[in-house]
């Protein structure tokens, strides 16, 4: 589960780099001089440099980014950024967005090729595939971790003396557990193609604690929702399934906001999440398999291309409303004027993503971590 874990924090990087890259190749294209491309964040470990640009790997695995000269404008150049027209500034700028959705395209064409098993929710029940209940975490010291039960254990059946469940949704399970709490159950999980007895004692209502339920799992309902195409299918699979992710995304960020501005807090379901929840969710995701974990990485990718785009200073959106801004007065905003804007909404996000990691993400990571340790 470590190895899982890296594996999610690397493929977040890979997407960080994409985006940067979307940036770096734009601005090359128009002769813009690229200073700096980095994988990771300073301190720098070690670089090289090629041409005019110098290619580092840095010690902080949270991203990538380029160092595009004259971005930060006060110079006059034909070869920096502020040097070039506007239309190609904005070129430049959603360069890294689209890098987004190209990545979200090709990894979405690529699930198509492998089909991909989703999480759905106990009432979707028509033209469901291979429906079934699936644990995706353990905790550590948890009844399940005590009774043996794995991260990808498929749960088939409960028994209590003579009283059986067959468990085939969420409910099945967390009903019976409760109802026959502080006794000894007996689970029948299918592990890799074998059916496998185990016995565990689900705790009572005293014993439940912060942040975990009667057993210390999480589960899953999960049916195959993807299935596998032809090779010739799936870049159009692809294309479809990046512009439907995309509108269901804006759709879920207008209801969210809706309901935030609205007083009415996040809508049901709706979590949130840094960088370090994400790769815990990625990691989780693993455990669904292949398909579902490019299916996770892809609507990350869209989710994040969204993101990019609100018109926050510090993000690409936020540029290019200083580029429009620029358009509609035939000059550009003062250096000084954008940099300290651009400064106060920087330390703005990065105070909101210290809050949520220290809030939400570090006690998912906690739990991650202890479930991994533990096996």
């Known amino acids: 589960m470590i190895l899982t874990l890296i594996i999610a924090l690397f493929s977040l990087v890979v997407l960080m780099v994409i985006h940067e890259f979307g940036h770096f190749i734009i601005a090359k294209k128009f002769g813009v001089r690229v200073d700096e491309f980095g994988i990771g964040y300073p301190p720098r470990l070690f670089g090289k440099k090629f041409g005019e640009t110098l290619y580092s790997v840095n010690l902080l695995p949270l991203g990538a980014f380029v160092r595009i000269y004259g971005e930060e404008g006060g110079v006059d150049d034909y070869r920096s950024f502020v040097g070039k027209k506007i239309w190609q500034r904005v070129l430049i700028v959603l360069g890294g967005v689209v890098a987004f959705w190209i990545a979200s395209y090709v990894i979405f064409s690529i699930v198509f090729l492998i089909g991909a ?15 079934r209940v699936q644990i995706i975490s353990v905790s550590k010291d948890s009844p399940a971790d005590i009774g043996g039960i794995k991260a990808g254990d498929i749960i088939l059946n409960l028994k209590s003396g003579e009283n059986n469940q067959q468990v085939n949704l969420i409910k099945d399970f967390q009903n019976f557990t409760k109802e026959n709490a502080g006794k000894e159950l007996q689970v029948s999980v299918k592990r890799d193609n074998q059916i496998i007895n185990l016995n565990f004692v689900p705790r009572t209502d005293e014993q439940i604690p912060a942040g975990q339920g009667r057993t210390g799992v999480g589960i899953e309902r999960v049916a195959t929702l993807i299935n596998k195409t032809a090779w010739w299918q799936a870049p159009w ?37 840094g960088p370090l929840g994400i790769t815990v969710f990625l990691a989780q995701a693993a455990n669904l398999g292949a398909g579902f974990f490019l299916y996770f990485i892809g609507s990350i990718s869209v989710f994040i291309a969204l993101f990019n785009l609100f018109p926050i200073p510090a993000l690409d959106g936020g540029k290019l409303i200083f580029l429009i801004i620029e358009k509609i007065m035939g000059k550009p905003v003062p250096v000084r004027v954008e940099q300290i804007i651009t ?12 809050f949520i990691t220290i809030r939400f993400d570090i006690p998912r990571f906690t739990d991650f971590l202890k479930s991994s340790l533990s096996r």
């Open 343 to 354: 400064a106060v909404f920087f330390f703005i996000l990065i105070a909101l993503s210290l």
């Open 237 to 273: 699979q692809g294309a479809v399934y990046t512009w439907t992710t995309t509108v269901n995304a804006v759709k879920g960020l207008w209801l969210t906001f809706s309901m935030l501005f609205a007083g009415k807090g996040a809508p049901a379901g709706a979590e949130f999440a």
């Open 117 to 131: 098993d989703l999480p759905i929710g106990d009432t979707d029940a028509t033209g469901l595939t291979n429906a």
